[in-house]
């Protein structure tokens, strides 16, 4: 099993470092802080309270949303700062998809110092994986790299290794809530035992939340007490 504490520690300084001092990462002004000018990072659209404390899709009042209500994720939380439309998704895409790794500091960054911020303690943070086939097409795991920086800005006990995707899984993105969950059911493996462990999974954008619940899944019937979820994004609404 494959961990990182004092090294990614380390490495994540290095990359959190990189991203002060530099060009604003949406409009190239010269004055920006911790990846963004302070007009850019105002404009940032953030996930504003309140929200399901579950699965964080807005709500008018505080509390539990009705589909949580009859259908309780799997997963016992979701922590997630913004909501995924522009310019976030512009860089969200931009990282994913433009091989653009250097924003891996700068959305660590936003996604550690959140609204509110990360400051619970787990026993080990994971990255949702990649399957074999999508790794070497993308050549990165966009996940990964977040989580990289986020364990490297608030210190945790990194297993990249510690579970795996099993098979090629479709893409998510165009298919229905019941497709999704029915494209990653079963799509999981888990390397070793993790009684009484508290886990955060971290991913880059929920939509439906079913990758988070499949992992949840196979990580609680490997014995993890509690498993919590830290995504930069949501999208407001589940497609259907």
């Known amino acids: 099993m494959q961990s990182f504490t004092v090294s990614n520690f380390l490495s994540g300084l290095i990359d959190i470092s990189?991203?002060?001092?530099?060009?604003?990462a949406l409009c190239g002004n010269g004055q920006a802080q911790q990846g963004f000018c302070a007009p850019c990072h105002r404009d940032l659209p953030r996930l504003a309270p309140p929200f399901c404390s579950r699965c964080a899709l807005p709500l008018p009042e505080a509390g539990v949303c009705g589909r949580c209500l009859r259908h309780p994720p799997i997963f016992d939380a979701l922590h997630v700062?913004?909501?995924y439309r522009y310019p976030i998704s512009s860089l969200i895409h931009a990282f994913k998809y433009g091989r653009r790794l250097e924003l891996a500091g700068i959305l660590g960054h936003l996604l550690a110092n959140g609204t509110p911020p990360i400051d619970q303690k787990y026993d080990?943070?994971?990255a949702v994986p990649l399957s074999k086939e999508r790794l070497a097409e993308r050549g990165f795991n966009q996940s990964l790299e977040l989580a990289r920086s986020v364990v490297g800005i608030i210190p945790h006990r990194f297993l990249?290794?510690?579970?795996?995707?099993?098979?090629?899984?479709?893409?998510?993105?165009?298919?229905?809530p019941r497709q999704r969950r029915r494209n990653v059911r079963h799509a999981f493996c888990v390397e070793t035992r993790l009684d009484g462990l508290s886990v955060a999974v971290v991913d880059?954008?929920?939509?439906?939340?079913?990758?988070?619940?499949?992992?949840?899944?196979?990580?609680?019937?490997?014995?993890?007490?509690r498993v919590d979820a830290?995504?930069?994004c949501r999208t407001l609404r589940p497609k259907t």
């Open 18 to 24: 990189s991203i002060f001092n530099q060009p604003c």
């Open 81 to 83: 700062p913004y909501v």
């Open 124 to 126: 080990i943070v994971i």
């Open 160 to 176: 990249p290794g510690l579970c795996w995707r099993k098979c090629n899984t479709h893409s998510q993105a165009g298919l229905s």
């Open 204 to 225: 880059d954008v929920v939509t439906t939340g079913s990758t988070l619940d499949s992992l949840a899944s196979e990580l609680k019937k490997w014995g993890a007490k």
């Open 230 to 232: 830290w995504a930069l």
